[in-house]
């Protein structure tokens, strides 16, 4: 299994350009999430997707956008790039309704995307 | 809402020595409570996982965290630090499954030699 794999690894924008970050996850979850991660500010939210076909807002989902393709795939877009969305973008997944012992999201290897 | 505070965004320890990383939270119902740790340009992995069980939990890598609702705090410690223990901790709580977690800051732990 490959788990949750993110592409691409690295990306350079101009302000202004859009781009899509991919994600997909072979371990037949349920959930999957978006977050952004910042110096001394942990991880924050940006996206989850609860079930396929369900998107909800996080803590930062202003300037994005995403898609639940599938039960697999789930994408973040930059429709106009900012350089305060320089960041590194993490996508995770998790199971929901299992029981509490089992509980826990797993994480890509994450996006580094610089906005110039 | 939940949130998490770590005390402490650095932390330096010595090889051999003790390990202690600091972790707040609050939260209105009882919380599902994570470890993770990040190494330098890689993902997040689970360290460890409070989901209301034992209290004192164990981990990979010989780290443990002890849940204290009356403190609301899940530290983080291990007897002796290694070299390869030099990374980021984050600390990270939820309040069901299938939410969101709502992570601290992060504590960067170095390792002297």
């Given amino acids: 299994n490959a788990g949750v794999t993110q592409t691409p690894k690295f990306q350079v924008l101009k302000t202004g350009q859009s781009m899509t970050l991919q994600c997909a996850q072979d371990m037949n979850h349920n959930s999957m999430y978006w977050y952004r991660q910042d110096p001394g500010m942990g991880l924050r939210l940006i996206y989850y997707s609860a079930s396929e076909g369900t998107t909800d ?3 930062v989902p202003n300037g994005y956008n995403v898609s639940r393709l599938n039960k697999r795939e789930f994408s973040l877009r930059l429709e ?4 305060s969305q320089t960041s590194v973008y993490f996508c995770a997944s998790s199971e929901v309704g299992r029981d509490r012992a089992s509980y826990e999201q797993y994480f890509g290897p994450g996006t580094r995307l610089t906005v110039t | 809402a939940q949130s998490v505070t770590q005390l402490g965004s650095h932390v330096s ?3 051999g020595a003790l390990v202690l990383l600091r972790c707040n939270y609050s939260s209105s119902v009882p919380p599902y ?3 993770y740790v990040q190494y330098p340009n890689q993902g997040l992995q689970l360290l460890l996982k409070y989901t209301s069980a034992a209290t004192l939990v164990k981990g990979i890598n010989g780290f443990e965290a ?3 609702k009356s403190e609301t705090s899940f530290h983080l ?3 002796s630090a290694h070299m390869s223990d030099a990374a980021e901790y984050f600390c990270a709580v939820s309040v069901d499954a299938g939410n969101m977690l709502t992570f601290g800051g ?3 732990l170095m390792v002297k030699p």
Avoid: D, H, N, Y
């Fill in chain 2, 77 to 79: 410690t291990k007897p």
């Fill in chain 1, 57 to 59: 807002k996080g803590e």
């Fill in chain 2, 13 to 15: 320890v010595s090889e």
């Fill in chain 2, 66 to 68: 002890e849940f204290k």
């Fill in chain 2, 106 to 108: 992060g504590t960067r």
């Fill in chain 1, 80 to 83: 106009s790039a900012a350089p």
């Fill in chain 2, 33 to 35: 409570l994570f470890w």
